[in-house]
């Protein structure tokens, strides 16, 4: 009966082309057992933290390291983007507003670059310009390091952006070939996702040369790539409503342009989906590297090549897992080191930074880390979207 | 003579928004409950009532409104200009520790199957609680007046609340106005 209803949706949607309606995002794929469920998103903040309500002694780290907070005042500051001068910008999702922190040596300034975006979360800086990407637009402010009033220049016509809004707000960076790749999210928690979503591109800086480079990939929140091969490495998020095991998250490893991932068919380490089944939904799809645990919220990925930590971290990666919503007991809530094999085949995920999750049966937390950023003196800056706050995190111990 | 007045008043504007921005919170709610009731409990239509909201939702969507990102009605906006984090939080405080509203009344049997049966398809009550008490970032739903849960439900669904939530907004797509007329006369008249 559900199959028969979901084909009939399904060609309803398709012979409905011309005027697509929105896939509902969150009711598909929630099974009865999960009817009754009391489970929702974690609420997040949007008013000023001060550092005096950040309870940084609760957290943890391997012997040797230390964390202090860095700069506060900044509700909803996620991605963190450095420019050649050192000013650091952080894109946020429904304040709409990007920050500017500026760094004296000892104390850190805060500043609203722009708001009243929708979403605003992709910032990334490139031949001293800062990029910003919203849902439904492309900001570029030109030597924003040294002119901090400049008017931006409006790039939104030359990128194609999709209308719909769930799952599209964005991560982005430049790749070591100088394009801009963007993740277009599935908007839906479970859906076909119709032909603009569920992948990754990458444009030249000015918007042209749109090429979709990565398809199946459900909802990519953090990317980085190789220092030695090049290769892009991306986190991506498993599907909700399949229950506490997962779908877990995934680490994934784009070794050529034009693979595909498996979503909405195939998830995790092959995992068949609930909703849309299909006996051969593992075909030809790329799996992740590793899994990084179910509904865990895996963002920020950056792999480590400072002088600061001891060796053994070097060219190891750090991902900020922001913590599970859709999981009876709260899971993440942490950075962990994640070593790759030679061959990067597979990986080793042990905690980095632990203690934003008190009460993981209760669903108590204080903080969500997100995004990760390398200093030049190979310090690591954390950004809490909680809070609103960035914590350093530093190696104070003998080598 | 004209441009002296346009002067004028552009002076008393400014002059009034930067008192505005120096206002006690007893000054402020006395503003607030010009429009919202003085109990939070509203007697203008498409005004909401806010006593007993939870906290978060009115410090979130104070925020929103106070930054142009959630678009209300611009006497509404102008209560928040300048007004500073410390004192939304103030304000969210005083309104979610208000006795709810009462119900209107109480629903038709016809009325309550039907929305039951829609809610557990969209599973309202997973976000907003079986009672639609609300909690944390989601709000009270329950003995709110009916005219603004439809044109609120309305929004979401047609993509017209500027910076709503996009699972909420997902959860409303497909459904016809009949039937969010049926959920909002349920939910207003839920204790």
């Keep these: ?399 | 003579m004209l441009l002296r007045f346009t002067g004028r008043w552009a002076w008393l504007t400014a002059l009034f928004v930067s008192a505005a921005g120096a206002q006690s919170i007893p000054e402020r709610l006395a503003q607030c409950a010009a429009c919202h009731g003085a109990e939070g409990v509203s007697a203008i239509s498409g005004t909401p009532s806010l006593a007993g909201q939870p906290e978060l939702f009115m410090e979130n969507q104070l925020v929103l409104i106070r930054e142009g990102v959630r678009e209300v009605a611009p006497a509404m906006a102008a209560a928040l200009n300048g007004v500073k984090d410390a004192d939304i939080r103030a304000l969210a405080r005083h309104f979610a520790a208000l006795k709810p509203p009462p119900p209107a009344g109480k629903p038709d049997a016809g009325t309550a199957r039907r929305a039951r049966e829609l809610s557990r398809k969209a599973h309202c009550g997973s976000c907003h609680l079986p009672d639609f008490s609300g909690r944390d970032q989601i709000p009270r739903l329950a003995g709110q007046r009916e005219e603004y849960l439809l044109e609120a439900m309305r929004a979401y669904r047609d993509n017209r609340r500027s910076g709503g939530d996009t699972i909420m907004a997902a959860s409303l797509y497909g459904i016809a106005d009949a039937d969010l007329q049926v959920l909002a006369r349920f939910l207003a008249r839920l204790p």
């Design chain 1, 1 to 399: 009966m559900k199959r028969t209803l979901l084909a009939a949706a399904l060609l309803v949607a398709m012979t409905a082309y011309a005027q697509p309606k929105p896939p509902p995002a969150w009711h598909q794929g929630k099974p009865p057992a999960l009817a009754d469920s009391k489970l929702a998103p974690l609420p997040g903040r949007m008013t000023e933290t001060p550092a005096s309500e950040i309870p940084i002694n609760k957290l943890k780290l391997p012997k040797g390291f230390a964390v202090e907070i860095w700069a506060t005042g900044m509700p909803g500051g996620r991605a963190m983007a450095r420019g050649d001068k050192g000013k650091i910008y952080l894109g946020t999702r429904g304040i709409g507003r990007v920050y500017e922190v500026t760094d004296d040596g000892t104390r850190r300034s805060v500043r609203v670059v722009v708001d009243k975006l929708v979403q605003p979360a992709g910032v990334a800086m490139h031949g001293g310009s800062l990029y910003v990407m919203a849902i439904n637009k492309v900001l570029r402010f030109d030597g924003i390091e040294g002119d901090p009033g400049v008017a931006p220049v409006d790039l939104t016509d030359k990128f194609d952006l999709p209308p719909e809004q769930h799952h599209n707000w964005k991560y982005i960076a430049f790749g070591p070939d100088g394009k801009l790749y963007v993740p277009f999210g599935a908007p839906c928690n479970i859906c076909e996702p119709p032909k603009e979503y569920a992948q990754i591109r990458r444009y030249n800086a000015d918007g042209s040369g749109k090429e979709v480079i990565a398809t199946g990939v459900r909802n990519t929140q953090g990317f980085t790539w190789h220092p030695k091969t090049g290769e892009l490495w991306f986190t991506d998020h498993g599907r909700d409503w399949m229950g506490d095991k997962g779908p877990e998250d995934e680490l994934n490893r784009m070794t050529k342009a034009g693979l595909n991932f498996g979503y909405p068919y195939c998830h995790a380490k092959g995992v068949l989906d609930a909703d849309f089944k299909r006996a051969d939904g593992c075909e030809g799809v790329t799996l992740p590297v590793s899994t990084l645990g179910p509904h865990a919220a895996a963002m920020g990925v950056i792999f480590y090549t400072g002088s600061m930590f001891p060796k053994e971290y070097q060219n190891t990666m750090f991902i900020a897992r922001k913590g599970s919503w859709n999981r009876t007991v709260k899971f993440g809530f942490d950075v962990v080191n994640v070593r790759p094999s030679k061959e990067g085949k597979k990986a080793s995920v042990k905690p980095f930074l632990t203690g934003f999750l008190e009460d993981a049966k209760a669903g108590k937390f204080w903080g969500r880390p997100a995004y990760l950023l390398q200093m030049p003196d190979g310090a690591l800056l954390v950004s809490d979207e909680q809070m609103g706050a960035i914590y350093r995190i530093s190696y104070v111990g003998k080598k």
